[in-house]
């Protein structure tokens, strides 16, 4: 079987998850993007030939080696940094590696684990995505068609399926629950604290003191930190 | 093959949806109710033996009628009138089928389709649920163990994977994007204007000039009326 290449463009530790702000300091929300990558290496890693982080903060290029996974420095683009990030890593998978099939996550699905990879390798699709919520794409999966265009950004899963079409590719709506939590509000830590006691991001928060209740509002979920 | 059966149990068609007050009137909640449900017949009905609508409200029972499903008027219950009322339904379908299996799903997820009742029927299990946003559960499907006690309420799916563990029964956690969305916030209708543009619902918020973008903050979308 061709080898099943994990590309996850991370910008940087520091100024990220804002919205999260001020529910989190700047120095949490770093470690939360750090348990965060871990859960999603461990959930994969066994499941993939390699995963690469591409990042041009080298904070964000030293924690990855920390977790044994290979690391691109990514240039610098003028605009559209993060699909130029990820046309180059499709770029750079395409030298190293034959035929290799491509796997394109954020690295802020921390729920994401091995039965999802599994799923991948058990459909025989050019093209797979999974939606996030909001209308974004948190996980893309190309069968070596390495001339498709990543389009992150604004409502990207249904300009990601119509480049698919556009590019005759046979697609596959992955639909799952786990794979669309995107970490960026506190509802998301809500969904995380519910679904993922499993994993890294969990054991954070919960040394945060941070918990979740039920709420009868326009939020679902109330997250906020205990008193100790 | 042993029939499926579908219990859809409806509060009432008036002072529902709450949370989605102001931004509807307290007709267009009935309206999108109605089309809700119409949604969930036509994506399902193809595939399961029966669908019952088990209310209290008149209203829910005519309607009901219009989509040419079976009805089951609800009985007063002192307290937890939404467990008693499935358990109601499960055990008018012990008495008039032999060895049905049940399938338990909310009035308010249009975005349910063919390919998950698929699902359930590949899958050979006792008991098979799907979470919704929020910790709750919006697919429940119980292989003729009538005596599982439904737990609907605040985090439930964690309670009814609990129950299944308790009655040992064999369980698969369904991991549906699709199935997770219900529609209680205007942030849940952004998902389905986005996701659902075949539905009867869809068509519905569209004729009132409701319109979904994307938003940069704590909401991922912005869901509003546009001036004609």
Redesign the interface.
């Known amino acids: 079987m061709n080898k099943l290449i994990t590309i996850i463009p991370v910008s940087s530790f520091n100024n990220s998850k804002t919205?999260l702000s001020p529910f989190l300091t700047e120095d949490e929300r770093k470690q939360l993007l750090q348990s965060m990558l871990k859960d999603i290496v461990e959930g994969i890693k066994e499941e993939v030939s390699e995963i690469i982080i591409i990042s041009k903060d080298p904070e964000v290029l030293s924690y990855a080696k920390t977790l044994e996974i290979s690391t691109l420095l990514e240039e610098k683009h003028e605009r559209d940094h993060l699909n130029n990030a990820i046309i180059d890593a499709i770029k750079y998978v395409k030298e190293n590696y034959e035929d290799a099939k491509i796997l394109i996550l954020p690295s802020d699905i921390p729920l994401i684990e091995k039965k999802n990879i599994d799923y991948l390798e058990n459909n025989n699709n050019d093209f797979i995505i999974?939606?996030s919520?909001?209308?974004g794409t948190n996980l893309l999966y190309i069968n070596n068609q390495y001339d498709y265009k990543p389009l992150f950004g604004?409502?990207s899963?249904?300009k990601h399926v119509t480049e698919a079409k556009n590019k005759k590719m046979n697609i596959n709506i992955y639909?799952?629950?786990?794979?669309?939590i995107d970490i960026?509000?506190?509802q998301d830590l809500?969904?995380l604290l519910?679904?993922g006691t499993h994993t890294n991001t969990y054991n954070y928060l919960s040394s945060l003191n941070i918990v979740v209740e039920?709420k009868h509002?326009?939020?679902?979920?109330n997250v906020y930190r205990k008193d100790e």
Not at 217 to 221: F, P, S, T, W, Y
């Open positions: 919205r999974s939606p919520k909001g209308g604004e409502f899963f249904f639909d799952s629950f786990y794979v669309s960026n509000t506190p809500g969904e519910l679904h039920n509002g326009q939020e679902r979920l």
